[in-house]
């Protein structure tokens, strides 16, 4: 069965460093797609990166990385110089497809990050 | 000039209530959804629709009902209120494949 995993419920960072939140994932199709995702306190979902299986480059939007090891199954985020607004919940999904029609994101438990001042 | 828009944002009401809420998208995608956030924020599907037809129903209770009238709106009835319905509701959509893949703000339903 499609799977993710975030080992880390919680993470504290200090601000201006970097952080990787941790996120493996376990699927038996070829093609597929990983999401990361931000849900601070006010409860929307903003998106943040994303990496197909079939992309050679590791995705990057502005602070953000994605470290995508296929062979190891992993997809972590990387947040460089880490902002007290970065503070949030933070979570990695997967889509499968281009067969899953129906579209739908598996969602790893999330990882709360905190940034000190 | 919201890309997914869902109202009500919260919604407070009786057990053994009906109540409905509604989602519209204006990113010309093909697929919308509904998700459930349950108290410890695990994300799960409930439903999808593609292009108006019903492609998941992720084993959820009958009493909840989806309604697509449209491509570009999805509406999420649900009868007959249960404590147990308390969460956070998104509604998403996406293109069939691909990274576009967007959340509105959420409803947080709370049943009392």
Redesign the interface.
Known sequence: AQKITQTQPGMFVQEKEAVTLDCTYDTSDQSY?L?W?K?PSS???I?LI?Q?SYDEQNATEGRYSLNFQKARKSANLVISASQLGDSA?Y?C?M?E??NN???????G??TELSVKP | DTAVSQTPKYLVTQMGNDKSIKCEQNLGHD?M?W?KQDS??????MF?Y?NKEL??N?TVPNRFSPKSPDKAHLNLHINSLELGDSA?Y?C?S?L????G??????T?LTVV
């Open positions: 797609g999401f995702y849900q409860g929307e979902m998106f994303y197909g919940m979570f999904a889509r497809g281009p029609q129906g579209g739908k994101l598996i969602f438990q999330g | 697929t959804y998700y410890k924020k695990f994300l799960k599907i999808s593609n492609i998941i992720e956070v998104f998403a996406s069939t494949t691909g990274k893949y967007t959340f509105g703000s959420g947080r």
